[in-house]
């Protein structure tokens, strides 16, 4: 094969073979003759053809996507990245069938009342573009996108549009249906109930679980409004509109989870729990937490998915640094007394707890723990829930009074919320029990003033308390698109760090590509602020100091906080100054 031969022009609707896009990778300087020469011998042994010409070429250097993203700027297209966030699958289908679609490895990402966007990696093979031209008399337009992903994105997006459009079908339009405080009564009309074992409807709450896995949400909320149903997906943090459906899909699909989830389908009118454990794409098992609650127009169901190989992380994968491990370390190695975790909704709190339970637990350990719910279900402890059904009346205070009595040595509330529960900690703590909780607060010294708040003594909170970590879960910058910014200004810095840290010569700043969705972040890590319970901190809780005071005597003693530990993230490059500075408090 000669070197660099130039191109010869390509045919109309010829679709791109081998040695073309061989001979232009070594035009551009992308590959060299040795490494064309070896594709075309490797390719031969294949047993059949793959999907895609460029399938044969793509290796670690040269990855598909970088590839497609090439030929995008070869034939003068736009290159897109397939996201289902930001598809309408229900658009999709009406555009084309999915035969049709598979037949030409073309996939509809926009479509308008003027134009449709087509999804291909043939750009120079349009003989499909005459005929839907006349089907669909729009203005078309061409984007490059991964083969691969669009013959991913035919096989789920039609099947799933097929199957929302039976579900419709299925059942007649009927708002009375959604209980809302808005009821249509149509007169004359036989109404039909959409049944939660319809197999379209398995298979579309099957697909959105794997989906969300597939994304790395952490939250999918199914919220119905009053001409149709949300789907959407909480990812690092932040919500995604995901899809829209019809009321009575949602409505069913609501229902199918429910039922799954061992809760009452009839009731709709109190807030319910439930749990189910399925399994990922790849196997693993994935625990989802449901929870209910009575809307304007319907059930609002939200499901919290928790992946269990979290409870096996050490310290580092959380985040921690070196020194904050040794001594979290050190708090949880004690035979008695309390630790608290504390921070808002989603900081992380569980998997903190978790891991370092699981580190704890052996077989000559018995760790016992009461949760409201059970976050997710662990054979090494011993977990029982709270019950407020009417007849059954199990607090947090009643459940770690029963423990007390089944020879624990770790015991872990799942939240401290009153006093019966607080003094009832207490009392494990002081009878030789070691007793992890979570409380609400803004940073770690406030947990001591809450407790106090609460009505627990000063003298035995300071007998007791061992220790507090604040956390929370700050956004990564994403790897593929960050770019180095300049030095933040001095000033700014200064009050940023309170002087503590040295300025960066420069920092990170997010950009946004297709891979974080055009936000400029993808993961999450935890930052932390642990107080140790010293001597002399004791002291001040018996002599009932003030906030401040308690402060600064945990700085004193060796705290790192929130702030600063936000500030450290920056100077490696983990995350943004403007991240940092929205989810912590000012230095004292």
Known sequence: MPASPPPSPISPNTPLQLPQLLAWLQEDGL????????????????????????????????TLDTLCAWLAQRSGLPYVRIDPLHIDFSQVADVMTAGYAARFNILPVDSTLERIVIATAQPYALAWQAQLGNLAPRKLSLVIANPLHIADAIAQFFSLATSVKVARQASTQDLALRQNVEQLVELGRNKTSLDANDQHVVRIVDWLWQYAFVQRASDIHLEPKRDAGLVRLRIDGRLHQAYQLPPVVLLAMTARIKLLGRMDVVEKRRPQDGRIKTRNAQGKEIELRLSTLPTAFGEKLVMRIFDPEVAVKNLFELGFPPEDAERWRQLTARTHGIVLVTGPTGSGKTSTLYSTLKALASSEVNVCTVEDPIEMVEPAFNQMQVQTQAGIELSFADGVRALMRQDPDIIMVGEIR????????????????LVLSTLHTNDAPSAVMRLLELGLPAYLLEACLAGVLAQRLLRCLCPDCKQPGDAPDAAAWQRLTGGQLERPQATYRPVGCALCRHSGYLGRAGIYELLSVTETFGQLIKAGADLHALRRQSLLDGMTPLRIAGARKIIDGATSIEEVLKLTAALP
């Open 418 to 433: 009153d006093l019966a529960t607080a003094e009832m900690a207490m009392q494990a703590a002081l009878t030789g029990h």
């Open 31 to 62: 590959l060299d003759a040795a490494q064309a020469a070896a594709i075309v011998a490797q390719a031969a042994l294949l047993p059949a053809p793959p999907l895609h010409p460029l399938c044969s070429i793509a290796h670690d250097a040269l």
